[in-house]
Each structure stands twice: as structure tokens, then as C-alpha cells.
T-cell receptor, first 111, second 116 residues
């Protein structure tokens, strides 16, 4: 089983729709969680951190479910510019931090 | 604030040749990472430096890959000899400090390597 798993998609949704995708992680000792966004042929960029209480940034909402070991990203009122690959990142801390990326979920917003 | 600088942007070589990539992290960032990203996959960590010391190189194919960060600032990653399966984007990232809580990564534009 992969340490971090994501549905690769692609998710193809119309502009204005709400879309959500999940990411599951296998190690219950995981301590920090993030969503990164990667545009085609570009580098990943931090989208948002994910906290246990859930957090919102404009049209984006991230949730963490420690009991079921998954995080989610919800995008409301999607825009054409939201088309990208969304990477789930999990960090484990012990003697050194271990940063693990998921394979990414491709999202395509159509007019 | 200047971002993470990487060069070259693209590199095409034949198998068994050597190649080197360079990275200059954001000023003041103690931690530097090299990732390999194969098309359709997420970034895979090759090596992580804290200042000029290696923190994690468990996934670095040491028979052909090497990396250094001698003065704790910029870094080079070398492949010698290259194989076809090394074709990928090589991403350098840096973070301010390993606080153990919010370790946010800032990536360079990457070097796209094609091995023919």
C-alpha cells in the first residue's frame, strides 16, 4: 500500500461547479498535512495547510479526518484557472522529518 | 524576495553520459531538497540537506547519483552515468527551518532531463 494515495482523476467539471477530492495516508503517526497545486510543466506551489479543525481560504476548504486517515480538498464555484494537478503532502516527524507527496489529482474545469 | 533558482531549465543527453544540475535556495533557508518527478507521478525525494549536512538520502541511487551542498547554500546534483529511466524533472526545494510543525516547501522551476 502506498504511503499517500490520491485518485489520479482526471476530474472534468463545468465552471461554477463544486468539486472535492480526497487523499488517504497509511501512517497514523503523520503529523502535518498540506495541499500543493501544480500547473502543467510548472513547479508545485503551496495551496494551503490542513488543520484538524478544518480551514478555509476563499473558495477552498481543507479538512483532516485523523480517525479515517484522510484529508480532503473542496473547491467551490470553480474557475477555469483552477485547472491543475493537486498534490497531497503528508509529513512524518521522528528523528528527521519525512515529507511524502501523493501522485496528484488532475482537475480540468471546462467553460 | 528571490525564489529558488535552478539551472539548466532543460537538458538532453545520451545514456551513459553525465549531467549536473545546480540549485540556489531562497536566502536564509537552511533545508534544501532534491526531488525527482516522473511524468504523471508526484515528486519523489532524492536527498535532503540541513545546512551542509545530509539528513536523508535513503532514496538516492548512490551508484549513479551524487549531491553536495558544501557551503550550506547552493547545491549540485549529478548523475553519472545516466540511464533512460532517469528522464524526469528534477526539482529543488528549500524551506526556512525544520520546525517540526509547518515545514513549507518552496520549489524552483526544475530541470527537465531527457535521456536518449
Amino acid at each position: 500500500r502506498k504511503e499517500v494515495e490520491q485518485d489520479p482523476g482526471p476530474f472534468n467539471v463545468p465552471e461554477g461547479a463544486t468539486v472535492a477530492f480526497n487523499c488517504t495516508y497509511s501512517n497514523s503517526a503523520s503529523q502535518s498535512f498540506f495541499w500543493y497545486r501544480q500547473d502543467c510543466r510548472k513547479e508545485p506551489k503551496l495551496l494551503m495547510s490542513v488543520y484538524s479543525s478544518g480551514n478555509e481560504d476563499g473558495r477552498f476548504t481543507a479538512q483532516l479526518n485523523r480517525a479515517s486517515q484522510y484529508i480532503s480538498l473542496l473547491i467551490r464555484d470553480s474557475k477555469l484557472s483552477d485547472s491543475a494537478t493537486y498534490l497531497c503532502v503528508v509529513i512524518l516527524y521522528s528523528s528527521a522529518s519525512k515529507i511524502i507527496f501523493g501522485s496528484g489529482t488532475r482537475l480540468s474545469i471546462r467553460p | 524576495e528571490a525564489g529558488v533558482a535552478q539551472s539548466p531549465r532543460y537538458k538532453i543527453i545520451e545514456k551513459r553520459q553525465s549531467v549536473a544540475f545546480w540549485c540556489n535556495p531562497i536566502s536564509g533557508h537552511a533545508t534544501l531538497y532534491w526531488y525527482q518527478q516522473i511524468l504523471g507521478q508526484g515528486p519523489k525525494l532524492l536527498i535532503q540537506f540541513q545546512n551542509n549536512g545530509v539528513v536523508d538520502d535513503s532514496q538516492l541511487p548512490k551508484d549513479r547519483f551524487s549531491a553536495e551542498r558544501l557551503k550550506g547554500v547552493d547545491s549540485t546534483l549529478k548523475i553519472q552515468p545516466a540511464k533512460l529511466e532517469d528522464s524526469a524533472v528534477y526539482l529543488c526545494a528549500s524551506s526556512l527551518v525544520r520546525t517540526g510543525v509547518d515545514e513549507k516547501l518552496f520549489f524552483g522551476s526544475g530541470t527537465q532531463l531527457s535521456v536518449l
